[in-house]
């Protein structure tokens, strides 16, 4: 994906949460991404060279590498032209002065400022540290050099207070490096998007719904928030939690999802309505829990609001509409076609449920993309956080993107 073959410059620097950069650097090397490291002086006195060493087989580049270098290599020059983006987990008050101050004593400082690359910068520090006017004069600072600085979450800290402080989790740090080093081909555009099932309730306690994990809705969100997008995720009850980062809207029922889906598309200029809604409710659901004491039970179901029918009467021009069919294996093409027709789709994205690598609750997927010009895409199978992004490729040449 977007970090395959990317040249990532990992800077460590001397704080508690030094320990959790050896998870940030396996998560960058499942993604591709191709690594060197430079621990500062500071970072060296929580965690060892060697651990990064026997992680990515390079050698870790440290403060004496620049106070006393290799006859033939200056350290922070090499390392600023190798990097295509350059990543601190964590950065310390100390660090972000030196940085905002151009400082250039340290080795990390020294390659920043020696380097074109992008920048993704992630304090963690005592919550009072966090707040000072000081700390926040050089944040702001450094983001006036371009840099981006990635606000630390809310929590227990190391010292045993709370508050803004602690480093964000692994995944929410790469994929604001995904974000920061990724096409902008969407910014500028409000995307909506559906994910999960749908719930339709029988009584207090039992329900209506489906398989459907959201895991394809939620990789599309990610993808489209990583190329600029502005992304409402529209979703229902997932078997997961979605990145902190995207604007979610929850919802339950079928018609809940439709009058989220209404409300928001009238603003956006994508839909992608990926989510599995129930076709059918009961047509009654009891304000009491239902009983066992029947040998049989008779529900009567009703259909569903039809929530692309109710967007085509809506949508505007230029505004682009893109439906999701989990179909069976030999009826894929054609139930495809005629969704496409019958609910005046701009794309339709078609699925294979009968396997297991392409079903509900996968987390691979391979699709065959139908548009309303008569072009096909076929995607082989991926993981979905892949086929989400060449879902966002074909829509980009239906003219979706900027």
């Known amino acids: 994906m977007i970090l395959t073959g990317k040249r990532i410059l990992l800077g460590v620097c001397g704080g508690i949460a030094a320990y959790k950069a050896p998870n940030v650097l396996r998560l960058l090397q499942k993604k591709g991404a191709v690594l060197r490291v430079v621990l500062t002086l500071g970072a060296e006195a929580f965690i060892t060279p060697l651990t990064f060493e026997a992680l990515c087989g390079e050698k870790v580049f440290t403060q004496s590498d620049f106070l006393a270098p290799p006859p033939g290599l200056i350290p922070h020059t ?43 910068i992630c304090p963690a520090m005592n919550h009072l540290m966090w707040a000072h006017p000081a700390v926040q004069e050089n944040v702001e600072k450094i983001k006036g050099f371009g840099y981006e600085v990635l606000s630390p979450g809310e929590g227990e800290l190391a010292c045993g207070e709370a508050g ?57 969100a990610q993808a489209a928030w990583c190329r600029g997008a502005e992304v409402t995720l529209i979703h229902g009850p997932l078997s997961f939690t979605p990145p902190p980062f995207l604007k979610r809207v929850p919802v339950t029922s079928a018609e809940e999802m439709k009058e989220a889906v209404l409300t928001h598309f009238k603003d956006a200029d994508l839909l992608l309505m990926a989510a599995a809604v129930a076709d059918y409710r009961p047509e009654k659901t009891l304000s009491c829990k239902l009983k066992k004491d029947q040998p049989t039970l008779s529900l009567c179901l009703v259909r569903t609001p039809d929530i692309l029918l109710a967007v085509r009467e809506v949508k505007g021009p230029g505004q682009l509409v893109v439906g999701f069919a989990a179909e069976e294996g030999e009826r894929l093409s054609v139930e495809a076609e005629r969704k496409l027709r019958e609910k005046g789709l701009d794309l339709i994205v078609a699925n294979d449920i009968t396997r297991e690598d392409t079903g509900f609750e996968a987390d691979t997927n391979e699709v065959l993309i139908l548009s309303r010009s008569g072009r096909q895409t076929r995607i082989p199978l991926a993981s979905k956080e892949e086929v989400a992004w060449r879902i966002l490729d074909a829509i980009k040449e239906c003219g979706g993107g900027r």
């Not at 983006?85 to 972000?96: G, Q």
């Not at 080795?107 to 993704?120: C, G, H, K, Y």
């Not at 602690?166 to 998007?193: M, N, Q, T, W």
Request: no cysteine.
């Open 78 to 120: 090499e390392l600023g032209r190798f990097a295509e983006a350059i990543l601190v987990v964590p950065a310390t008050a100390s660090f972000l002065a030196s940085l905002a101050q151009g400082d250039a004593q340290s080795l990390l400082v020294a390659t920043i400022l020696a380097s074109q690359a992008r920048v993704l």
């Open 164 to 220: 803004p402080g602690r480093l964000p989790p692994e995944e929410v740090i790469v994929s604001y490096l995904e974000r920061l080093v990724a096409p902008k081909d969407f910014e500028g555009k409000k995307v909506v998007i559906t994910a999960g099932p749908t719930r339709e309730f029988i009584d207090l306690v039992r329900f209506l719904s489906n398989r459907s994990s959201g895991k394809m809705g939620v990789a599309l």
